[in-house]
Structure formats: C-alpha cells, structure tokens
C-alpha cells in the first residue's frame, strides 16, 4: 500500500505562485499515474490535473489549463503541482491521488489519497 503525502500550501496573494508536492513512500509510484484533485468544504472533490506513469501525456482541468503544471520525478517517488497566476477562486485544499483504474478525471478511479494540502489565495 502507498502512502502519499502532500506539502508545498500555504498562504499566497493573488496572482502568486506556489509549488505543491506529493511525496509517495511504501511503494513505488513509477508504473502509476498519479492526479491532483481540489475540494472545498461541501463540495465533491474536483479534478485539477493528472500525469501519465511515464509523464509523457499530462492532463488538466479547463479551469486551470495555462496556469498550473504537474510533473513527476520517478527517482525521487514524488509528483509536483506548479501553481502559477494564483486566483481567490483557487483556495481550498489539495489532494494527490494515485490512480488504480478509469478515467484519469474521476475521485473514483483513484486507488489512494494523501490527507491534503491548504492553499489559500488572497486578493
């Protein structure tokens, strides 16, 4: 079983930059596609963005396409999320999620989950 933990949140003024990382220990993430998900209190979590296991194919949500980026160092078992343009609507907390099976874009198909990172995005 993988065990994924996220770090890099925290508090940024609008249009600011972070840098998330999910880093995975317990097994190797190398053969796994992995995703970012974001979920505010009361909603379903979200689909931010996902990688392929080899990083080659990258995916991402329309509301984040051009600002944020997910890459992943296989080496070092770790996935990253640049955020980049930083909007108030971007605050919540962020989930790494290690695929199982399914559409890359569903909570579902996901077979373990980091406890999340906060950001928090002020105008």
């Known amino acids: 079983q993988v065990q994924l933990v996220e770090s890099g949140g925290g508090l940024v003024q609008a249009g600011g930059s972070l840098r998330l990382s999910c880093a995975a220990s317990g097994r190797t993430i190398r053969n796994a596609a992995m995703g970012w998900f974001r979920q505010a209190p009361g909603n379903e979590r979200e689909f931010v963005a996902a990688?392929?296991?080899?990083?080659?194919?990258?995916y991402y949500a329309d509301s984040v396409k051009g600002r944020f980026t997910i890459s992943r160092d296989n080496a070092k078992n770790t996935v990253y999320l640049q955020m980049n343009s930083l909007k108030p609507e971007d605050t919540t907390v962020y989930y790494c999620?290690?695929?199982?099976?399914?559409?890359?874009?569903?909570?579902?198909?996901?077979?373990?989950w980091g406890p999340g990172t906060q950001v928090l995005v002020s105008s």
């Open positions: 990688i392929s296991w080899s990083g080659g194919s990258t």
């Open positions: 999620g290690a695929h199982g099976s399914g559409s890359y874009y569903y909570e579902r198909s996901y077979a373990a």
